[in-house]
């Protein structure tokens, strides 16, 4: 059975920085692409970053895009989000996903098969 | 991008009704559209993927059809389980992905 924990959110200042993660376990993670998807509070989903099997590709949403960084680390079956110049709007429950893609290299045409819990991340002074 | 509008944005209705929830997009995804369930507090659910595949473990009442722009999710006998918000998600684009608004389920 797939399963993802997620960890890392708290609360943290407007300019300041906080990096989550997702332990994996129940799969081959290091033979599927993962993503962070978050949830404002009340309001819809949107994801916010995917990274290849082997972390050789990537990609961003605008929003986020420069501030936050996707990484994996295959021999510890972990994903990370490191996010920088976090901002009021970045307030969201964020939630990793095990990410299923259409085509071998392309991450933009993805969707998601099993979900984290989900740790929340809260920017406030 | 693609925007995803779905209808109605809340649905009030009875165990045992039969529910159906539209999807539109701004334009044509061929059959790339994912539906998720998603209950207070919990991470969304993976039902549906290429617009009518049920995935594995998803009971069979839970079924999804249509092609381009128009999509329905149907609940063929709502469950008290089947309470909760549902949300489309396009996979067509290069630009990206893309959910709707999401679809709340409440009772009636």
């Known amino acids: 059975e797939v399963h993802l924990v997620d960890s890392g959110g708290g609360l943290v200042q407007p300019g300041g920085s906080l990096r989550l993660s997702c332990a994996a376990s129940?799969?081959?993670?290091?033979?599927?692409?993962m993503s962070w998807v978050r949830q404002a509070p009340g309001k819809g989903l949107e994801l916010v970053s995917s990274?290849?099997?082997?972390?050789?590709?990537?990609n961003y949403a605008n929003s986020v895009k420069g501030r936050f960084t996707i990484s994996r680390d295959n021999s510890k079956n972990t994903l990370y989000l490191q996010m920088n110049s976090l901002r009021a709007e970045d307030t969201a429950v964020y939630y990793c996903?095990?990410?299923?893609?259409?085509?071998?290299?392309?991450?933009?045409?993805?969707?998601?098969?099993?979900w984290g819990q989900g740790t929340l991340v809260t920017v406030s002074s | 991008d693609i925007q995803m509008t779905q209808s109605p944005s809340t649905l009030s209705a009875s165990v045992g009704d039969r529910v159906s929830i539209t999807c539109r997009a701004s334009?044509?995804?061929?059959?790339?559209l994912a539906w998720y369930q998603q209950k207070p507090g919990k991470a969304p659910k993976l039902l549906i993927y290429?617009?009518?595949s049920l995935e594995s473990g998803v009971p069979s009442r839970f079924s999804g059809s249509g092609s381009g722009t128009e999509f329905t999710l149907t609940i063929s006998s709502l469950q008290p389980d089947d309470f909760a918000t549902y949300y489309c998600?396009?996979?067509?684009?290069?630009?990206?992905?893309?959910f709707g608004g999401g679809t709340k389920v409440e009772i009636k």
């Open positions: 996903a095990k990410t299923v893609i259409l085509e071998a290299g392309d991450l933009s045409r993805v969707n998601f098969d099993s």
């Open positions: 129940g799969f081959t993670f290091n033979s599927y692409a």
């Open positions: 990274i290849s099997f082997n972390g050789g590709s990537t």
């Open positions: 334009q044509s995804i061929s059959s790339w």
């Open positions: 290429k617009a009518s």
């Open positions: 998600q396009q996979y067509n684009s290069y630009l990206g992905v893309t």
